[in-house]
């Protein structure tokens, strides 16, 4: 469990508590078109809200690098919030976040009113977690609550430097519940314990392959990155995904799992193409790729292996597709994968990003125990990394 001061350990009744949610939710034309997230955020807030806590939320939304950008503004998370809180959440529009509006308005809140900041990205020092916006911030609270746990992977000054600032530092429902699922799963798993890697590089998940073989009975790599597993093996991989300057690194990880007794699965067959085209004829190949093709979903006998791996898991943990979901044609493997998962008698999680949407989409999402909101946060935490928005809080 973890050891951090939460919001059943502290008073809020008449404070002003600066809430760090994640509203970084895809927006369409002003619309949201994904609402996890908000939903995600509300147990923490419906606690302080029923404590008679003054709350002032805040969030980043998108990449608007240091400067307003109205595309991405808060403002309609407010107006969705209101409506999902069934009470007002008023929006304080202020382009530098912490302006007159802000201030005049977190003045002005009562016991279990609710007040919405502008995108904290709005301001340069955010993603730098400067000293004077983490004081900004720090100025209209008593006390500061994290629940984001999308960005619990980044020291910014709305979720690390704020901290410093303020007299209490707490997390959230949301932030508790997802590293006891992740922490459990990892550091305490009813075994068989197996974990699914896929997605585009080997690059990006270098530290979490080397975490997860000290940890799992069985690891299953597909999508993208299974490619330079292949070619490590002396397989051609035509022109699928490949990073060669990684082959070492994966024949590495081939042997490290042979030695520690871990059962490591890679393709032993292909979705390939001749053009990166969800309209482009497709075959399955076994065995080596042909020169002017390339890999772009697992095909049927591996869907067939991987999901007999799983048969008696008792603990799952998956992070990134098995091909190029987003195009019909390559989305089989990925969705044969999610099929298995729903069908287990285990703890499954669900490890952000991709293989969340994926999930969701195909509308296995109430099958699965857990569906993380963070992607990167939760496969820094794979990594075995500790997580600076965590760290930050008071410890209980
Ligand atoms: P990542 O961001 O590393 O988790 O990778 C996710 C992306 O990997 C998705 O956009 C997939 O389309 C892509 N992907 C998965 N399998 C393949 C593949 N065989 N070839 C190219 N891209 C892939």
Redesign the pocket.
């Known amino acids: 469990m973890l050891n951090k001061k939460s919001v059943d350990d502290i008073q809020v009744k008449g404070k002003r508590v600066l809430v760090r949610c994640d509203f970084n939710v895809p927006l369409q034309d002003g619309k949201i078109t994904d609402e996890v997230r908000l939903v995600a955020a509300l147990p923490t807030l419906k606690k302080l809200i029923s404590e008679g806590g003054r709350l002032i939320l805040c969030s980043h939304l998108g990449k608007p690098k240091g400067e307003p950008v109205p595309s991405l503004s808060l403002a309609p998370v407010a107006v969705r919030l209101s409506e999902l809180l069934e009470q007002e959440v008023k929006f304080a529009a202020d382009d530098n976040v912490v302006g007159p509006n802000a201030k005049a308005a977190a003045e002005a809140l009562k016991d279990g009113e609710v007040m919405l900041l502008e995108n904290t990205r709005y301001r340069k020092e955010e993603t730098k977690n400067g000293e004077e916006f983490s004081k900004d911030l720090a100025s209209l609270a008593d006390i500061f609550v994290d629940d984001a746990f999308g960005t619990a992977h980044r020291a910014h000054c709305s979720n690390v430097g704020v901290t410093k600032f303020t007299k209490e530092n707490a997390v959230g429902y949301l932030m508790q519940k997802e590293i006891d699922f992740l922490g459990n799963a990892v550091n305490n798993p009813a075994r068989p314990f197996v974990a699914i890697l ?4 080997v690059s ?2 270098i530290s979490v392959i080397n975490n997860l073989l000290d940890k799992v009975d069985t690891l299953i790599i ?6 330079t597993f292949m070619k490590a093996q002396g397989k051609e991989i035509g022109t ?2 490949l990073e060669a300057d990684y082959l070492d690194y994966a024949k590495e990880m081939m042997e490290k799992a042979e030695k520690q007794g871990v059962k490591l699965l890679i393709p032993v067959d ?1 979705v390939v193409a001749k053009e ?1 085209n969800n309209d482009a004829p497709t075959r399955i190949a076994e065995g080596d790729i042909q020169p002017d093709e ?4 697992i095909g049927p006998k591996t869907r067939a292996l991987f999901a007999e791996a799983l048969q008696d898991a008792k603990t799952v943990v998956w ?9 019909s044609n ?1 989305a089989g493997g990925t969705i044969a994968v999610a099929q298995a998962l729903a069908e287990l008698d285990a703890t499954t999680i669900i490890g952000g ?3 969340a949407a994926a999930v969701n989409q195909l509308g296995f999402g109430d099958k699965m125990t857990h569906i993380s909101t963070g ?1 990167g946060a939760s496969l820094e935490f794979l990594e075995g990394k500790e997580l600076p928005g965590v760290a930050a809080a008071d410890d209980k």
Not at 222 to 227: I, N
Not at 294 to 297: C, Q
Not at 319 to 327: L, S, Y
């Open positions: 896929g997605g585009s590089k990006s998940k597909g999508g993208g990155m299974a490619y699928s995904l292909t990166f390339m890999g772009l979903d992070n990134g597709p098995m091909g190029v979901f987003e195009m390559f990003g991709d293989s992607g």
